[in-house]
């Protein structure tokens, strides 16, 4: 009872992702993956896993930070599975949860980005990861993968900060603008 309660206070004091979008960036991940790791069986279990725990959070408006811990494991240890043996593969299987990484890492500025721009945020990261995952990540050696990861990574980084910059304003604007009229 008390992980879940430390877990409940934690969930809480950090500007976690509405319900629904971790799972969301997982499947970006699932599907990041399976770009490049075709030949992964289980990746399909994991997909509808990750698909369940979506309908789960949207539904009940729930989430809890131990299931996602959970569910980015088996995300990311089925990746890593099947890129078993080919180092281009896992530099894919690893930079699939680069959404995630932006959804986080946006939600912990001062004035985190509405839903909208959120969702903006995971097509970016998603763009980015189909790249290294059809590119990169399909090459025999390692180097053109972690080539791919670092353009894709830095080009969908300074999209977002743009994304952030030029957007968000206008979109508070247009609120407030909403909310006196």
């Known amino acids: ?98 959404p995630l990484v932006l959804l986080i890492a946006t939600q912990a500025l001062p004035r985190p980005p509405d839903a909208g721009l959120r969702l903006l945020i995971l097509m970016v990261g998603g763009a980015a990861t189909a790249v290294v995952s059809r590119t990169g990540a399909l090459e025999p050696t390692i180097d053109p993968a972690l080539v791919a990861a670092g353009v894709a990574g830095g080009v969908s980084a300074i999209g977002v900060a743009l994304l952030l910059v030029i957007l968000a304003p206008r979109l508070a604007s247009s609120e407030s603008d909403h909310d006196s009229t």
């Open 1 to 98: 009872m008390r992980v879940h309660e430390n877990s409940q206070r934690m969930a809480s004091s950090w500007p976690w992702p509405e319900p629904g979008e971790v799972p969301a960036a997982l499947a970006v991940a699932v599907g990041a993956t399976y770009l490049c790791v075709p030949e992964t069986d289980v990746l399909a279990p994991v997909g509808w896993m990750v698909a369940g725990l979506f309908i789960l959070e949207r539904a009940l408006s729930w989430r809890h930070l131990l299931v996602h811990v959970a569910a980015v494991g088996a995300v990311l240890s089925t990746g890593l599975v099947g890129a078993t043996g080919r180092d281009s593969a896992e530099v894919g299987a690893l930079f699939a949860f680069w």
